[in-house]
């Protein structure tokens, strides 16, 4: 019998979004590993989660999320601090990967105010270029927020010059193609290739793709919510579920804001409260959103993936008693009533006319336009013993395996999750595998 040989790599990648590219190019420039893989199920790099017309297209910083406190916001920043630098250093062949624009959070009535004020205090010193504007300044800068708002209702916003706006897709394409410009490194890139099953052989992780069988001694998984659905193939992460959050967005075709500015947020929620962004590729376009809504699949306008929903959150008395936990959360319960109404036919739009009116008061329904084109999924994992909603990037540790699970701000956190998970592999290689991070972070400084 013939014995069908297996090509082996030193580490797999799957997934070609935003986190997969950013894994291989610091893998590619900062390691010593010299074969790697990457298999995205796509025609080409970041057509999920990271692809611009799925997300806000924003680098956060931290400074103007009012729903981060001042710890988390510092590590946002670092991660935003090594998207910015490398994005200050790379010449695009391809078309803009980046604008830069103001961007600013506003605070109505006096409540917000005063929680802005304290904020701006809090922050100021770690975030110098951040500015505390009255009425008349927000209204040189953004006119529409101060026009025909009722004269009685104080508004203040803290604002910075130095806001970006990111094609995450053209950044994932950037990274390829620097990675590729590696000498002494075999580096093959699998597209239209889906990863069906893996398994175990000894020393070996085997990817049966829709190929070919490929192998190797580490593999890491950056396929948002599927990764959850592998890691539970091979008997991990088993006291997760899955909460897919969809988010969409309604379109004003005019230029209504002049660059992005963001609504105050309730603390508990892990969701920017509404915001304005104008759209890298159409800035004139400002893109309102996103909604929140639990919805039973893993990937936008891809009906298939409920069956890899139902797998991966198995529906059982722990699951139900968590999902009890966090809708008897009355804060919690009416953003979800609320987000619901939003993608209801006709009422929805006429109910989110008027949430952002709190942005721009004069707005009138007939701008705004609810885009099915636009808007992806957040896999927001949830812990089944305790209830408990993760923030931030998910990642699960197995046996020579890593899975990254990304909602936002995943984009944003992509060259800090790489490092992150690339310093994790010395564990998984022993002495022979070095990394260079100073190197890495040299490359990074601006
Ligand atoms: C509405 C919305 C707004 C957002 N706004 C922002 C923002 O402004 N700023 C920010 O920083 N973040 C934002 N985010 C979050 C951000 O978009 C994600 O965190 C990020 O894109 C995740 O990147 P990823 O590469 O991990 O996942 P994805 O982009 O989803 O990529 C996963 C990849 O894995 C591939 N894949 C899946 N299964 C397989 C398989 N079996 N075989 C091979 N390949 C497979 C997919 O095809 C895909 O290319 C937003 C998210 C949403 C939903």
Same mark, same amino acid.
């Given at each position: ?161 130095? =806001? *970006?706006?990111?094609? $995450?897709?053209? !950044? ?6 620097? +990675?590729?410009? %590696?000498?002494?490194? @075999? ?47 091979? =008997? *991990?992460?088993?006291? $997760?579920?899955? !909460? ?6 309604? +379109?004003?075709? %005019?230029?209504?804001? @002049? ?188």
């Amino acid at each position: 019998m013939n014995k069908i040989k297996i090509k082996k790599y030193d580490i797999i990648i799957v997934g070609g979004g935003i986190t997969g590219t950013a894994i291989l190019y610091v893998l590619g420039k900062y390691t010593n590993l010299s074969s790697i893989a990457l298999v995205e199920k796509y025609f080409d790099f970041a057509q999920v989660n990271s692809n611009n017309t799925s997300n806000s297209q924003t680098l956060h910083f931290g400074d103007i999320e009012t729903n981060y406190s001042l710890e988390k916001a510092l590590v946002v920043k670092e991660a935003a601090e090594m998207v910015e630098s490398y994005l200050l250093k790379t010449k695009n062949s391809n078309g803009p990967i980046y604008a830069k624009s103001h961007k600013m959070v506003l605070a109505v009535g006096d409540k917000e105010i005063k929680i802005l004020e304290d904020r701006f205090k809090n922050f100021k010193n770690h975030y110098p270029k951040l500015r505390l504007l009255d009425k008349k300044e927000i209204g040189e800068i953004e006119p529409k927020v101060v026009k025909r708002r009722n004269p009685q209702e104080d508004i203040r916003a803290i604002m910075s010059e130095d =806001g *970006y706006i990111v094609d $995450y897709k053209a !950044l994932a394409k950037s990274f390829i193609e620097n +990675v590729r410009q %590696e000498p002494e490194k @075999n580096i093959d890139i699998f597209l239209n290739t889906s990863v069906e099953a893996v398994s175990k052989k000894s020393d070996y992780y085997i990817l049966k793709t829709s190929k070919e069988f490929i192998k190797a001694k580490v593999v890491i998984f950056a396929t948002g919510a599927h990764s959850l659905l592998f890691a539970k193939s091979l =008997g *991990y992460g088993e006291k $997760y579920f899955l !909460l897919p959050v969809a988010g969409n967005f309604y +379109v004003s075709k %005019e230029k209504v804001l @002049n660059g992005k500015v963001y609504t105050m947020q309730k603390e508990k929620l892990p969701f920017a409260a509404v915001h304005g962004d104008p759209d890298i590729h159409n800035i004139n376009e400002v893109r309102f959103g996103p909604t929140a809504k639990v919805i039973p699949i893993l990937e936008r306008r891809n009906a298939g993936t409920f069956w890899d929903f139902l797998k991966t959150t198995k529906i059982d008395f722990k699951v139900l008693k968590a999902l009890v936990k966090i809708i008897s959360d009355k804060d919690i319960f009416g953003f979800i009533a609320q987000n619901m109404l939003y993608d209801i036919p006709v009422i929805g739009k006429y109910y989110y006319t008027q949430t952002i009116k709190k942005i721009i008061p004069g707005i009138s329904e007939e701008k705004l336009k609810f885009e099915k084109r636009l808007g992806g999924i957040r896999p927001q994992l949830v812990n089944k013993e305790t209830g408990e909603v993760m923030m931030g990037v998910g990642e699960i540790v197995g046996d020579n395996i890593i899975f990254n699970v990304t909602p936002s701000p995943g984009a944003t956190a992509c060259l800090q999750t790489a490092r992150n998970t690339v310093k994790k592999l010395a564990k998984f290689f022993g002495g022979e595998f070095t990394f260079d991070e100073e190197k890495m972070a040299d490359g990074l400084k601006r």
